[in-house]
């Protein structure tokens, strides 16, 4: 027998949920295969059988959260040649006794033996409670796998049919025998009142782990650090003008796309080596300077914010970095990120200006003290030379904790990102 167990799920993961089984009690499996998704903080997991054998028992079961050791199942690798004829001959033998029933009618709405449609354990459980057939959702992820938002997308737009309701057809109106009217009652009181014409409704969803662990870590954060926020307004006529006259040849010579957030992660570079202790974090009663910059762009997933981790940043090109951010936002949509994406960082960017916010105050990702907000591009009057002109302006915000960050070096560090942005010049001579 070999014992399936909860591996290790990465730095500060200590917990997971069974999302779902893959095989069920008595099927084959081999050496590698997935046997079943497990759902954490960071990203979903499958997790593969180490020998070939038949699953002999599951131990927990979907919905359940465990910790890294326990057991989930058993896999008894000497029954792989024995399982199959086994249950044939059970199946013969059967025959034999009883005459055979007549065969099941086929569902209405899905072949014998389909293939299991591919889909993120958030989906499948989105689909479960709307009763929707995962089948006839169009999938938008990798290899046409379903995510959330396909889900959704299938019950707001009526796309997707449940398969309870699809398999009854409708029965045809007939007139109701008539009749003869009935005495008016007699009015010894007034007439009841009419009830509404719509239906107030309530539904409860389980909280994903990543859900849960986000409302935690940013709670915490704001319970363990003394959190200030300071704000500035940056004008992007220099990095717009730049990144319009060079995009298309930046596009031809390194097959990716020119975007704002390079200049943010190479302004930040050289502001944090400016302002090392921005860098940096507390550990017990020592604080922790760290001389390379793992920077951490947020990217807004399916299950919920997660942070991938851009590795030593500094050795990294504008061309370098973009294609980073591009890999990121692809694989956080398709649901391919690894736990390895997602360690560590010594500093984080968050970009609301991407979903149209035009100010906010991001929290800080712990054990980091500082985070960097950006926001909506907006032409605004700006006065210059005694003149009134119309830029496009970014108000920027710098979180950061104030127990080893000083008001003076924050609002420093964020004029100096300032500096950089409107000067982009100035990044091809700190790089």
Do not use: C
């Amino acid at each position: 027998m070999t014992n399936i167990v909860v591996p290790e799920l990465g730095e500060s993961v200590v917990e997971a949920r069974v999302a779902r089984w893959l095989k069920k009690e008595g099927d084959p499996v081999a050496v590698g295969e997935p046997v079943v998704e497990l759902e954490t903080e960071k990203i979903d997991l499958e997790v593969n059988a180490d020998r070939g054998g038949v699953l002999a028992s599951i131990k927990r079961h979907e919905g359940e959260d465990v910790k890294i050791g326990e057991l989930l199942a058993v896999v008894d690798e000497n029954a792989t040649a024995a399982a199959k004829p086994a249950a044939a001959a059970t199946v013969a033998a059967s025959a034999k006794a009883a005459p055979a029933p007549a065969p099941p009618p086929e569902p209405a709405n899905a072949a014998q033996g389909a293939e299991e449609p591919k889909a993120t354990p958030t989906a499948r459980r989105v689909a479960r409670d709307h009763d929707v057939d995962l089948g006839s959702v169009q999938g938008s992820g990798a290899s046409g796998r379903v995510m959330k938002q396909d889900v959704q997308n299938a019950i707001a737009t009526g796309g997707a049919s449940a398969e309870a309701k699809s398999a009854t057809p409708a029965e045809p109106r007939t007139a109701p025998p008539s009749q003869p009217k009935a005495a008016p009652p007699a009015r010894s009181s007034p007439p009841a009142a009419r009830p509404p014409t719509s239906e107030r409704s309530e539904r409860r969803e389980r909280m994903s782990k990543r859900r849960l662990t986000i409302a935690r870590r940013l709670v915490e954060a704001q319970r363990t650090a003394a959190m200030l926020t300071t704000f500035n307004e940056i004008d992007m006529s220099a990095v717009m003008s730049l990144r319009q006259r060079r995009k298309e040849a930046f596009q031809k010579q390194y097959g990716v796309g020119l975007g704002i957030a390079s200049f943010f992660v190479k302004a930040s570079i050289a502001a944090l080596k400016a302002f090392p202790q921005l860098n940096a974090e507390i550990q017990g009663e020592e604080i922790v300077y760290k001389d390379y910059y793992d920077i951490g762009m947020a990217v807004g997933a399916e299950g919920g914010l997660v942070v991938p981790v851009i590795r030593d940043a500094e050795r990294l090109g504008f061309a370098a970095i973009e294609g980073a951010i591009r890999d990121f936002a692809k694989r956080a949509g398709d649901g391919t990120l690894t736990l390895q994406d997602l360690a560590g960082g010594t500093f984080t960017i968050t970009n609301g200006g991407v979903f149209g916010s035009l100010l906010s105050t991001p929290i800080l990702n712990p054990p980091q003290v500082a985070i960097l907000g950006l926001h909506k591009i907006q032409d605004r009057p700006l006065a210059l030379g005694g003149k009134i002109e119309i830029r496009p302006m970014m108000y920027v915000a710098l979180s950061y904790d104030h127990r080893i960050v000083d008001g003076r070096e924050a609002v420093q560090f964020l004029v100096k990102i300032k500096e950089f942005i409107e000067d982009p010049g100035q990044l091809l001579l700190e790089s």
